[in-house]
Every structure is written in structure tokens, then in C-alpha cells.
């Protein structure tokens, strides 16, 4: 497991595609909200978190469709499913390895961005901690969703089809840590909630992952 | 026929709007299943000669 | 005699070629019927006037939006655990009538919303997890319709079924906590209390009785076109060996 991720994360930073990839289009739909909502502080810092939250949504999404394809092309997942590693270990390694490339960046990104959209002091932490804490859920529902879709031609746009509908509940709990953050409110209930649903999702998704991988692959 | 009021294009909308996709989805099932139908007594047809 | 006898396709197009133009006549009389009745002899509620008449398409739509993905999970894990195909292919049969149901709801309610609350639509709970559910039905519909093989097809789809039913359910109380809503409670509950009044609650259950007929007949008769559209792709491969 730990070699799959290794693998996984080396191939991601040579190829120089996923890593910086996400980052940069998070930058950019970051950086595209001003001018469609308007420059002015008062209108933009309400919804700072909201955006930034989406934003990283978005950018997970972006680099799912090859979690399992490029293995599938080059005959690399057949040989993962007969290693002697049990399916469900691959599904959760590949998932550690997208939010490694994904998920922690676009975290730890997010306050700085955040400073562009004017987001009040005290929720740039919490921007950080709900990101850290929800991007491991969406990574693994995001796995699942490529998990599903990989012995398909066009997956892609199914793929986001698939995947946003799952989104919702992290969507929900996320943004609200973010929102409670920079208003300066309580905010233990929605970050107990957000790491419940992280940890189901690391429980029991591989299973569902590692099931939808052994029927693409019969 | 009732009188509805104020409210009758809110009741009229909601019931053509109902009569309409169920008449709708009723429609698909009969369409799809005749045409099933057809093609495998063609396909049947085939076979046995 | 077990309900399993009907996992053979043979017997099922048997019995049901029977049962589904005595279900179609029952659940076009009750649905006429039932509207009929509260459309034209029940009197109009004092605060809502007529309006109060959309009540007996939307409960019973919304009802049977939520009982259709139910059905479908019960289908996909009958078909998971016992691999009968009729299994999965009522359960794909269901999809387009649920997401009907769940259109039904979501239109009349907005209708009704709109002279009501004031608004078309607001992001309640219980209009926002209809919407979710929508988007659930159609990406499950979209992954049917992409994938050629049957059997995969069949598998994928129940697997998304079951992880979709439990966000699903997730969404639901998330969708709680995020927001307080404008939605009145349950119209029907065993707690007599909060119910509607007698004059709408009785044609309210024969439309119930006509939608969860309606319901049935259709899954039904959409089963039988599956079993034959499987049957014809068995026929048409077997051409093109030959």
C-alpha cells in the first residue's frame, strides 16, 4: 500500500500534470469570482468561504478521471488487482495519493487566496482546518466516482455527474465551518459533523470502490 | 366546475403540469414497450425461418 | 410458493401479463376518482382557498418519489446478494417513473409555494433534499444508459445505489442542519394530531392509492419491456454469430 502510494505521488510530481495543475485552476475561479460578482469588499467577504470551498470542490474534481485511468490504459490496475494486496488497500492508497496531490495543496492554499476575496481575520485558520478536515472525504467519493466510471470512453462528464450529488453533505458542514469561522461564532457542531462524515467515508467507501474496480475489471 | 378563486391559474398550472408529465411518462412506457415488442416478433420471426 | 418463483423471467412475464392491465384499470379509477373527488367536493380550506386542492398531487407524487428509490434499493441489493436479473432490471425500470415522481413534487409544490409562501422556490429542507434526489435519479439513469454490458451495468448502477442511498439520507440531515425551513410537517402520520382535516384526508388516500398503483403497474410493465429488450440483444448477437 504504502509503495502504491509512493508510486502514485513520484509519477504525479515527474509528470507535472495533476499537482499544479488543480492549484492553478483554483487560483483562477478564485480570481474570476471579483469580476463576475463586482470588487467591493463589504460583497465579497461574505461569501469568501462559500467560494473558496467551491473552488476547491471544483478542483478535486478536475483531476479524478485519472486516478484509475491511466492504470487502466497501461494494464497497471490488472496487475494491482491480482498483487497481493486486497483491492479495498489499493482504493484507499490511491485516494491518499490524490488528496496528497490534491486535497492538502488546495488547503493549505486556500487562506492565502482567501486574503484576495477579503476574508475576515479569524477565518483564514478555519478556511484551513474545514479544508483539511473535508478534502479527504471528497477525495475518497471522488475515487468511488472514478472507481465506477473507469472502463468507460467518455467517463469524464459522467464522472462529475456522479460525483457532485455526493458532495453534499461535506459541501454543507465545510462551508459552514468556514462561515462560523470568520464570523467568529461557536463552530464545534459542523466540525464534529465534517469529521464524521470524513471518517465514515474512509471506513466504508474502499469497500464500494474495491467492488465497482472488480466488476470493471472481470 | 368549482370556483377557485383567485388561486384558479395556480391549481390550473399544477394539474396540466401533473396530467402532463404523467401522461408523458405513460406514453414512453406504452411507446417503448410496443416497440420492443416489435422488434423481437421480427427478431422471433427470423429465428424460426 | 415463494416470491422467488417470480425471479424467473418466464413466470414473471406470465403472471404479469395478467396482472398489469387489472392494476393499469384499478389505479387510473382510483386516480380519477380520487382527483375527482377532491377536486370538485371538497370545500376550499380557510386560509389557503383552493390551492389546498394541489395537496392531492403533490403528497402523494412526493410519497412515491421517495418509496420508488426504496424500491430501487431493494431491487439492487436483491440483485447483489442473489443475482435474479428481473431484479435489476425492475430496478432500472423504476428510475424514470421515480424521477417523474419526483418532478410531480418538486412543480406542483412550487406552484403551490408561490401564492403561499410568496416565493416559487426557497432553499427549505425538504425542497432542497427533493432537488438532491433529483440529481440522484439522473445520474443514476446516465450510468445505466452508459455502460453496454448488462451485467456490469447491473452491478455499478446497485453499488451507486446503495452508497447513493446513504448520502442521500446524509444530505437529508445536513441539509437540516443548514437551514431552518418554511415546509409544514408531515400530512400524514399516525399522530392523528397533526393531520390534515377528515374532508381532504380521505380522497387524499385514494389518489395515494391511485399514484402507489400507478406506480406499480408502470414498474411492471417497464420490467416486461426490459426482459424483452434483453431477450431481442440475445437474438440479435446470436444473428451475428451465425
Known sequence: MIRILARDLRLAVRAGGGFGLSLAFFLIVVVLVPFAIGPETARLSPIAPGVLWIGALLACLLSLDRVFALDREDGALDLLATAPVPLEGVALAKAAAHWLTTGLPLSLAAPFLAVLLGLPWPGHPWLCVSLLVGTPALSLIGTFGAGLTVGLKRGGLLLSLLVLPLYVPTLIFGADVARRGAEGLDLGAPLSLLGAVTAGCVALLPFATAAALRVNLR | MPDLGKYAAEVGAAYAVSAVLLLGIVALTLWQGARVKRALRAAEGRKDA | ?242
Open chain 3, 1 to 242: 410458493m415463494s416470491i422467488w418463483t417470480y425471479a424467473n423471467p418466464a413466470k414473471f412475464m406470465a403472471t404479469t401479463a395478467r396482472a398489469v392491465p387489472i392494476l393499469s384499470l384499478l389505479a387510473g379509477a382510483c386516480l380519477l376518482g380520487g382527483l375527482a373527488w377532491g377536486f370538485f367536493f371538497t370545500p376550499d380550506d380557510y386560509r389557503q382557498g383552493a390551492t389546498v386542492k394541489i395537496i392531492y398531487l403533490h403528497v402523494p407524487s412526493a410519497l412515491m418519489a421517495i418509496n420508488a428509490w426504496l424500491m430501487m434499493l431493494v431491487a439492487s441489493l436483491i440483485w447483489l446478494v442473489r443475482r435474479h436479473h428481473v431484479s435489476a432490471l425492475a430496478a432500472k425500470a423504476a428510475a424514470p417513473v421515480g424521477v417523474t415522481m419526483t418532478l410531480i413534487a418538486l412543480v406542483t409544490g412550487a406552484v403551490w409555494g408561490s401564492p403561499m409562501w410568496g416565493t416559487y422556490w426557497a432553499w427549505d429542507p425538504r425542497l432542497t433534499s427533493f432537488l438532491i434526489l433529483f440529481l440522484f435519479y439522473i445520474g443514476y439513469m446516465a450510468l445505466w444508459s452508459a455502460i453496454e454490458d448488462p451485467d456490469t451495468a447491473a452491478d455499478l448502477t446497485s453499488v451507486l445505489c446503495l452508497v447513493g442511498s446513504v448520502f442521500a439520507i446524509l444530505s437529508r440531515y445536513a441539509v437540516n442542519f443548514w437551514n431552518q425551513g418554511l415546509h409544514q410537517g408531515a400530512s400524514l402520520s399516525l399522530d392523528k394530531e397533526e393531520n390534515v382535516a377528515d374532508v381532504f384526508y380521505y380522497p387524499l388516500l385514494v389518489c395515494i392509492a391511485g399514484f402507489v398503483l400507478l406506480f406499480v403497474a408502470l414498474v411492471l410493465a417497464r420490467t416486461r419491456t426490459e426482459i424483452r429488450a434483453r431477450r431481442l440483444h440475445a437474438l440479435q448477437l446470436r444473428e451475428r454469430m451465425a
